[in-house]
């Protein structure tokens, strides 16, 4: 049977075509144009469906989902919003807020490091020198997709990562902090540990610094990165810490 208007077909059928609009068309266009796709667009079945046709969720996912729209979204902005964090642009997008000793420097990794790090598609790493050598970004929450009232209303977990390294031969200092700012760059939150100290003769192995920022007030609207140190024992050059593959992600990670 010939079918004249399109809403004459059955819903499961107009909710397997919505499944393959983008997201924003759906909700910035076809939910206006009448009250039953308004009313099929606004179904947990189309946002649970969306996610599994992504992969963000597999066939057998058990997990509560609070709202699936906006976990749709979520999963779908979910990347390292950090740009460049693995100097493989050299110091492009970083800051270089304070630059002493010899200043800060982009090493390659050597075969025996790469073998260490976890991640095999890390290559350099940034390095700094013997007087303290400190970069930042900052993220611009909008400017990547994260508008107000996602940021306000749902409040997603924000994780921070950081990787660092001290050289064998020179003990060195390591600091990160970071702070959730306001749009008048106010800090909201911050995580800043006790900045590590490596020893001499270390084992040079490769740690892993991270934190979650969860249940933070409204109003966050950037996200203020900075890392580096400073060798302990003042050599010329670049023995203070390593550092590479930092990221900042929000929202649910992938199953």
Known sequence: ????????LPENIL?????????????LRCRLVCSLWRDLI???TLW?????REGFITEDWDQPVADWKVF???RSLRRNLLHNPCAEEGFEFWSLDVNGGDEWKVEDLSKDQRKEFPNDQVKKYFVTSYYTCLKSQVVDLKAE??????????????EVKDWFAARPDCGSK???CVQLLSSAHAPLGTFQPDPAMIQQKSDAKWREVSHTFSNYPPGVRYIWFQHGGVDTHYWAGWYGPRVTNSSITIG????
């Open 252 to 255: 649910p990670s992938l199953p």
């Open 72 to 74: 749709y979204f979520l």
């Open 42 to 44: 606004d179904l947990v």
């Open 15 to 27: 909710l397997e075509l919505f499944t393959h609009v983008p997201a924003r068309q759906l909700l």
């Open 48 to 52: 649970k469906r969306k996610c599994l």
């Open 1 to 8: 049977m010939a079918v004249g208007n399109i809403n004459e």
């Open 174 to 176: 390591y600091q990160l």
């Open 145 to 158: 997709g994260y508008w107000e009232e996602l940021m306000d209303t749902t409040r997603p977990d924000i």
